[in-house]
């Protein structure tokens, strides 16, 4: 099945820095890639995705980019703020009924 | 927005007890699955649920495990005898389209004692 490895496992930025999370999967299939931001005790919730036939996505300070030859994709985040310190999971979806999460990484912005 | 609805957010059981954990799913979708999370850990999937039967599983849902889709609206899952390493919050969710786009409910969090 599909192994999703995440890292850092923990990233603490300055506020107006930016962030970069990693993520590699291993089957060669998938081909959907979402992030999902998780806030201490509440629900992920998916903040941006990424699908096969495209090799990068941005919605405002948030971007992901994916390279399949190599089979990782990256989530960048400019500018931090505050608001912005959470758990950030990747995933990747080898078929229609499931995704595999990473392990996911602590993000702390420090004001 | 529409949203998936858990019921309840908090149970807390006794080891060797049944427990049912409740779903709403959003009404248009097609697709629904069950998570859960260990504290401080990863989100793990359990069980994928399409076209009234379950598509696939992982090797966490044993035979400990089920899950009903008893009407058109709800979506439960039971853990037959609880363990204490059942304790974790339990996610489902639900999609439009396969896996993409999934939209998790606010969680139940099993304490088993």
């Known amino acids: 099945g599909e192994n999703v490895e995440q890292h850092p496992s923990t990233l603490s930025v300055q506020e107006g820095d930016s962030a970069v999370i990693k993520c590699t999967y291993s089957?060669?299939?998938?081909?959907?890639f979402p992030w999902y931001k998780q806030e201490l005790g509440k629900r992920p919730q998916l903040i941006i995705d990424i699908r096969s036939n495209v090799g990068e996505k941005k919605d405002q300070r948030i971007a992901v980019t994916l390279n399949k030859t190599a089979k990782h994709f990256s989530l960048h985040i400019t500018e931090t703020q505050p608001e912005d310190s959470a758990v950030y999971f990747c995933a990747a979806r080898s078929n229609d009924y499931k995704l595999s999460f990473g392990a996911g990484t602590t993000v702390t912005v420090r004001a | 927005e529409p949203e998936v609805t858990q019921t309840p957010s908090h149970q807390v059981t006794q080891m060797g007890q049944e427990v049912i954990l409740r779903c709403v799913p959003i009404s248009n979708h097609l697709y629904f699955y069950w998570y859960r999370q260990i504290l401080g850990q990863k989100v793990e999937f359990l069980v994928s649920f399409y076209n009234n039967e379950i598509s696939e599983k992982s090797e966490i849902f044993d035979d400990q495990f089920s899950v009903e889709r008893p009407d058109g609206s709800n979506f439960t899952l039971k853990i037959r005898s609880t363990k204490l390493e059942d304790s974790a919050m339990y996610f489902c969710?639900?999609?439009?389209?396969?896996?993409?786009?999934?939209?998790f409910g606010s969680g139940t969090r099993l304490t088993v004692v």
């Open positions: 969710a639900s999609s439009e389209q396969g896996s993409e786009g999934y939209t």
């Open positions: 089957d060669s299939a998938s081909n959907y």
